[in-house]
């Protein structure tokens, strides 16, 4: 079983930057692929950013060059900085993680993030 525990969302004007973070347990946090998604107000969960074990990242296009996410395999954390905001990226933003073994995925409460414009 993993857990994961967000924060870090709030509001921000555009052009702006804020950072989120994503704390798991429960698992071999290093062997797992992480990412985070969001979904907007009558829209569709997306994928934002995902950063594989090895620590291979692939991002969305539309928050290509802003975001930028790393993992601290030590603090079982992944860290989503995003840069350059824009009221589009107005979103509630959801951890999510894959378990290396079993394929299983779990998903974090979410983080609200508003951008201002």
């Known amino acids: 079983q993993v857990q994961l525990v967000e924060s870090g969302g709030g509001l921000v004007q555009a052009g702006g930057s804020l950072g989120l973070s994503c704390v798991a347990s429960?698992?071999?946090?290093?062997?797992?692929?992480m990412a985070w998604y969001r979904q907007a107000p009558g829209s569709q969960r997306e994928l934002v950013a995902r950063i594989q074990s090895g620590g291979v990242t692939t991002y969305a296009n539309s928050v290509k060059g802003r975001f930028t996410l790393t993992r601290d395999n030590d603090k079982s954390m992944v860290y989503l900085q995003m840069n350059s905001l824009k009221s589009e990226d107005t979103a509630v933003y959801y951890c999510?993680?894959?378990?290396?073994?079993?394929?299983?995925?779990?998903w974090g409460k979410g983080t609200l993030v508003t951008v201002s414009s």
């Open positions: 429960g698992s071999i946090f290093s062997r797992n692929a």
């Open positions: 999510h993680a894959q378990d290396w073994s079993s394929g299983t995925e779990y």
